[in-house]
Each structure stands twice: as C-alpha cells, then as structure tokens.
Antibody, heavy 118, light 110 residues
Framework: QVQLVQSGAEVKEPGASVKISCKASGYNFNAYAIHWVRQAPGQRLEWMGW???????TKYSQNFRGRVTFIRESASIAYMDLSSLTSEDTAVYYCARGFEHAGYIDPWGQGTLVTVSS | QSALTQPASVSGSPGQSITISCTGTSSDVGSYNLVSWYQQFPGRVPKVMIS???ERHSGISNRFSGSKSANVASLTISGLQPEDEADYYCSSYAGSGNWVFGGGTKLTVL
C-alpha cells in the first residue's frame, strides 16, 4: 500500500538546522510531488511547500523562503531541511503525497516532532 | 500568505446537521475548484475527506458534503454522530504553485 515513513523525533538548539526524511513506497515516486506541512502544538496546519519528485523543482511558502530546502533522492526519499531554528519552529512536520491536479494531499507520513529548546 | 478563515469551533447534537465555513479570497478559494477538507483526531495524522470542492474520497460517509460559493467553501455534516468529533481543516490551491490551509475548526458533538 502507499506509505510515507518519516524519520524520528529531533531535539535541536536555537540556531541549529534539522533535516527530516520521508521514505515513500507503494507508488511511482517520480510521478507525484511531496508536500511538507507543519503543525505547532495545538495550532493549525501550515503548508510549507512541495518538491516535484520527478524533476526536483520546488515551491516554497513565502513564510519559509530562505530557511527551508527540499531535496529528493532516487531511492524514493524526500528530505526537508529547515535552518536557523527558533522555539517557534517546534512542531510536528509532515510529508504527504500531492495530487496537484485535484488539489489535495494523501497519504500523510506519520509526522516528525521537532523540539527546539536550549 | 494568510490562512483561510474558519470558525474556531462548532457544535451540534447527534442527528443534527452542521456546516463549517472556509473563507478565502478571489486569489484562492474564489479562483479554483481545488478546495479540500481534512479530518484530524487528537494526536493523529490528518486524513483527506473531500477534494475538488465536492468529491468525497473512498470510505467517507455520504453524511459529509462540500460546496462552494464565491470565496467561501463549506463542509456540511448531516446526521451528526459522536465519532465525527474532530478537528477539520480546509485547504485551497492559491495559484502559482502555492497552497493554503484554514485555521481549523474543532467540532464538538454534544
């Protein structure tokens, strides 16, 4: 079945960077974009952007531009790298497969909790 | 990019119908029929329920329906059941490859 499995929880100090992986299986990885969405504790879903798994093109939300980088590998793995972390970046980060023509994402990875604390 | 506007909370009794609104702008909800709705239980991963404004996904009860008028999309749940209690988020394509989520609505079944 289609599945996205993310890397484990991270604890980072302010100013550091975090890199999260998202391993896809059960479908043609190159045929779909991978979106990244985050959710701070008790807060709303926040769209971060996407990467076209086929050609590597990216789109970043203006809220994260300059601090976030998406990459993908041929082994059906996508990565999200977020730099200059502050306490406001403490959140669960999700990857999800995108259906661009229909405007939805499904399925979602299990989420990765990133805690930023000194 | 501003989030779509949803009521923070709605409530209803079992058997009743409720509607959750999702207000955007002419640049997102108003311009594209690419509105989707997600259900999220506490501590769980969001799950898509409806996409392209009205299309229910596999396994989603027909008690859930979506609609849109101008810049406002809506999710209606009829015959409310206790298991419907969850957070609901709308999302819309916003042009130029951008997407946006709503602020989320907590549904309480009284």
């Amino acid at each position: 079945q289609v599945q996205l499995v993310q890397s484990g929880a991270e604890v980072k100090e302010p100013g550091a960077s975090v890199k999260i992986s998202c391993k896809a299986s059960g479908y043609n990885f190159n045929a779909y974009a991978i979106h990244w969405v985050r959710q701070a504790p008790g807060q709303r879903l926040e769209w971060m952007g996407w990467i076209n798994s086929g050609n590597g093109n990216t789109k970043y939300s203006q809220n994260f531009r300059g601090r976030v980088t998406f990459i993908r590998e041929s082994a059906s793995i996508a990565y999200m790298d977020l730099s200059s972390l502050t306490s406001e970046d403490t959140a669960v980060y999700y990857c999800a497969r995108g259906f661009e023509h229909a405007g939805y994402i499904d399925p979602w990875g299990q989420g990765t909790l990133v805690t930023v604390s000194s | 990019q501003s989030a779509l506007t949803q009521p923070a909370s709605v409530s209803g009794s079992p058997g009743q119908s409720i509607t959750i609104s999702c207000t955007g702008t002419s640049s997102d909800v108003g311009s594209y029929n690419l509105v989707s709705w997600y259900q999220q239980f506490p501590g769980r991963v969001p799950k898509v329920m409806i996409s392209e404004v009205t299309e229910r996904h596999s396994g989603i009860s027909n008690r859930f329906s979506g609609s849109k008028s101008a810049n406002v999309a809506s999710l209606t749940i009829s015959g409310l059941q206790p298991e419907d209690e969850a957070d609901y988020y709308c999302s819309s394509y916003a042009g130029s490859g951008n997407w946006v989520f709503g602020g989320g609505t907590k549904l309480t079944v009284l």
